[in-house]
């Protein structure tokens, strides 16, 4: 059962993190020292691991999250995740239209009863089926072939340190 230090913790992570109100204003609304708010505070998780040790990168203040320099939670090494995270939402953003595209093109030409059921046959359901797993295939190929660029991407940024 959570005490009640644990929901204030809770409480000044939820409000550092997920508002833009100042410190100060956090401390007075909890009724705590802007001291004991800093030690309460977690860091909030980045989303990726180290790659020097694998461990879990984590932003330990909103400066750091707002300029993407994120710190393993283990070694303490700093490493900029801002430059990942465009060429992999780019990567993603890519792969999702060419499996949208994909998919267009398979239901369009191979399963034309998906689209105009008044025309389908006893196939139409196998059809259909054969066109959603085809979309589903290109899109877990796609999503591997985004890991291997963003792990190249980050292996050209370490090795340029």
Do not use: F, Q
Not at 33 to 42: D, T, V
């Amino acid at each position: 059962m959570p005490t009640d230090d644990d929901r204030r913790a809770a409480e000044v992570h939820r409000l550092y993190w997920e508002t833009d109100a100042s410190v100060g204003a956090i401390a007075e609304r909890l009724g705590i020292s802007r001291r004991a708010l800093y030690r309460l505070l977690r860091p909030s998780p980045a989303g990726a691991r180290c790659h020097v040790c694998g461990g879990e990168l984590v932003y330990p203040n909103r400066s750091a999250r707002e300029a993407g320099r994120a710190e393993c939670a283990n070694c303490g090494h700093v490493e900029e995740i801002s430059t990942l995270r465009g060429a992999t939402a780019e990567i993603g953003s890519r792969l999702r239209e060419e499996a949208d595209r994909s998919a267009r093109e398979a239901v369009g030409a191979g399963a034309p009863e998906a689209v105009w059921p008044h025309r389908a046959g006893p196939e139409a359901p196998m059809e259909a089926e054969r066109a959603l797993r085809r979309g589903r295939a290109l899109a877990i190929g796609g999503a591997a072939l985004a890991g291997l660029a963003v792990g190249a991407i980050a292996g050209l940024l370490i090795s340029r340190r």
